[in-house]
């Protein structure tokens, strides 16, 4: 049980350029997430999903996009790089079975650089 | 709108002595609470959270935390620190049906020999 994966690690990207970031969990759960981590600051809430084929905006979705065409994967693309999205990037999910009790379990992250 | 503070941006204490670190909030319905620990190029690790109950949660690695109601805060506890207790620790709270995260900005902690 691998629990949530991201790939890759880290990566550099110049400004225009688009990226996917992967995310995959191994537990069955429902309910997916993505954070952007910037130094100093909590995390902040991208886009989640609910289940297969269904996703809504965060708090700040701008210039990301996101899809889950399975329970297991729930891909981050950003289409038009900028230095803006310098960030820490943390895949999360939760079962979805308790509403907003439940816990949420993270990846290790993915540490993105955009000059 | 919702919201968590962490007025703390580092706690520094010495190893063997009682650590706190703040947080309150701010919500509208049922605050749950969430407390997580980040170590260095790793992911947030859960810790304990407050749904409804006993004021006082106990968790992982020896930690707990006071939820106070008419205080809005909730504090994460440990009577004896440990070096490796050491980290970034984060405390969130639980908005709406699906579970969405509101996190503060963290609180760095540093335990010294």
């Known amino acids: 049980n691998a629990g949530v994966t991201q790939t890759p690690k880290f990566r550099i990207l110049k400004i225009g350029q688009s990226m996917t970031l992967q995310c995959t969990q191994d537990?069955?759960?429902?309910?997916m997430y993505w954070y952007r981590q910037d130094p100093g600051m909590g995390l902040k809430l991208i886009y989640y999903?609910?289940?297969?084929?269904?996703?809504d905006k965060g708090e700040v979705p701008n210039g990301y996009n996101v899809s889950r065409s399975t329970t297991e994967d729930f891909p981050l693309r950003l289409e038009l790089a900028a230095p803006s999205q310098t960030s820490v990037y943390f895949c999360a999910s939760s079962t979805g079975t308790s509403g907003d009790t439940d816990t949420q379990y993270f990846g290790p992250g993915t540490r993105l650089t955009v000059l | 709108a919702q919201s968590v503070a962490q007025p703390e941006d580092q706690v520094n204490v010495a190893e063997g002595n009682p650590l706190t670190v703040k947080c309150t909030y701010s919500v509208s319905g049922n605050p749950y609470l969430f407390w997580y620990v980040q170590y260095p190029n790793r992911g947030l690790q859960f810790l304990l959270k407050?749904?409804?109950?006993?004021?006082l949660v106990k968790g992982s690695y020896g930690f707990e935390a006071e939820f106070n109601k008419s205080q809005t805060s909730f504090h994460l506890k440990k009577p004896s620190a440990l070096v490796s207790d050491s980290a970034l620790y984060f405390c969130?709270?639980?908005?709406?049906?699906?579970?969405?995260?509101?996190f503060g900005s963290g609180t760095k902690l540093n335990v010294k020999p």
């Open positions: 537990m069955n759960h429902n309910y």
């Open positions: 999903s609910v289940g297969a084929g269904i996703t």
């Open positions: 407050y749904i409804t109950g006993d004021n």
């Open positions: 969130a709270v639980s908005v709406g049906n699906f579970n969405k995260f509101y």
